[in-house]
């Protein structure tokens, strides 16, 4: 065998070796692109998920929850294609069935009181990851304009309602202490946090309902006596505040 025919074979050698090494590399990077796209979207699922069911249901408008089920859904979606091997099947059932639920009318979980710093700090953190949330999704095109601006306006509402539900709930144990200078300043600091949200319809009648509380409290206080039946039916009305608007419009004690 001459020297140019040994030469020609360890080119080919090597040629083929050099091929089967960057072969095996795109397939590497091929291999760890596709698990760091369903890593990606099983997070994204789990995230939505728990947004879904840890914020409370109360706070939840139609639009939020199918917002949170639609991102549900797609993620459930391309993990199919990604042939993941998770549940997805079963996921993406139960987020279609949960969707159907919201469109019908039919999602009956209950309200949760926002009673302790702990709890309103956790609902904080949640609306902030839903606020986070929605704005990756219009930037990547699955919300457009006109919604993710709806829906992040609500959010930021939530967050001042997240807060005054506290200062409320505050406020309640005050009066049943009988400490009613710190009830009506709590009721002060609901005030202003619902303040926040000035161009909102419900947050300006929450706005009026405080001061009209704080007025209440005020001459009670000055009279010696609580009236407690009254409290109870307006501590209803705060409760209902976000699932019935007409439960705080037909209050006399609200209109103008």
Same mark, same amino acid.
């Given at each position: 065998?001459?020297?140019?025919?040994?030469?020609?074979?360890l080119?080919?050698?090597?040629?083929?070796?050099?091929?089967?090494?960057v072969?095996s590399?795109?397939?590497?990077?091929?291999?760890?692109?596709?698990?760091?796209?369903?890593?990606?979207?099983?997070? $994204?699922? #789990? +995230? %939505?998920? @728990? !947004?879904?069911?840890?914020?409370?249901?109360?706070? =939840?408008?139609?639009d *939020?929850? &199918?917002?949170?089920?639609?991102?549900?859904?797609?993620?459930?979606?391309?993990?199919?294609?990604?042939?993941?091997?998770?549940?997805?099947?079963?996921?993406?059932?139960?987020?279609?069935?949960?969707?159907?639920?919201?469109?019908?009318?039919?999602?009956?979980?209950?309200?949760?009181?926002?009673?302790?710093?702990?709890?309103?700090?956790?609902?904080?953190?949640?609306?902030?990851?839903?606020?986070?949330l929605?704005? $990756?999704? #219009? +930037? %990547?095109? @699955? !919300?457009?304009?006109?919604?993710?601006?709806?829906? =992040?306006?609500?959010? *930021?509402? &939530?967050?001042?309602?997240?807060?005054?539900?506290?200062?409320?709930?505050?406020?309640r144990?005050?009066?049943?202490?009988?400490?009613?200078?710190?009830?009506?300043?709590?009721?002060?600091?609901?005030?202003?946090?619902?303040?926040?949200?000035?161009?909102n319809?419900?947050?300006?009648?929450?706005?009026?309902?405080?001061?009209?509380?704080?007025?209440?409290?005020?001459?009670?206080?000055?009279?010696?006596?609580?009236? $407690?039946?009254?409290?109870?039916?307006?501590?209803?009305?705060?409760?209902?505040?976000?699932?019935?608007?007409?439960?705080w419009?037909?209050?006399?004690?609200?209109?103008?």
């Open positions: 065998m001459d020297t140019t025919t040994i030469v020609l074979l080119a080919a050698i090597v040629a083929v070796s050099l091929a089967i090494i072969f590399q795109m397939r590497e990077k091929a291999r760890i692109e596709r698990v760091r796209k369903m890593t990606a979207q099983e997070d $994204a699922y #789990h +995230k %939505a998920r @728990r !947004l879904l069911t840890d914020i409370p249901a109360q706070y =939840l408008t139609s *939020l929850n &199918l917002l949170l089920l639609k991102r549900m859904e797609d993620a459930c979606k391309e993990l199919s294609a990604l042939k993941s091997e998770q549940p997805v099947g079963q996921w993406l059932e139960n987020t279609q069935q949960a969707r159907k639920e919201v469109l019908e009318g039919n999602d009956r979980r209950p309200p949760a009181k926002i009673d302790s710093p702990e709890k309103a700090n956790q609902i904080k953190e949640l609306l902030q990851s839903l606020f986070k929605i704005e $990756a999704m #219009h +930037k %990547a095109g @699955r !919300l457009d304009a006109a919604n993710a601006r709806k829906n =992040l306006k609500y959010v *930021l509402f &939530l967050v001042h309602k997240t807060h005054a539900d506290l200062h409320v709930f505050q406020a144990d005050f009066i049943r202490q009988k400490q009613i200078r710190k009830a009506i300043h709590a009721y002060h600091l609901a005030s202003t946090e619902m303040g926040k949200s000035s161009d319809p419900l947050a300006k009648k929450a706005v009026k309902s405080f001061r009209i509380r704080i007025k209440e409290l005020e001459e009670m206080s000055a009279e010696g006596s609580m009236n $407690a039946e009254n409290h109870t039916r307006l501590d209803k009305a705060w409760d209902n505040f976000l699932q019935d608007d007409d439960a419009k037909k209050k006399a004690d609200y209109d103008d």
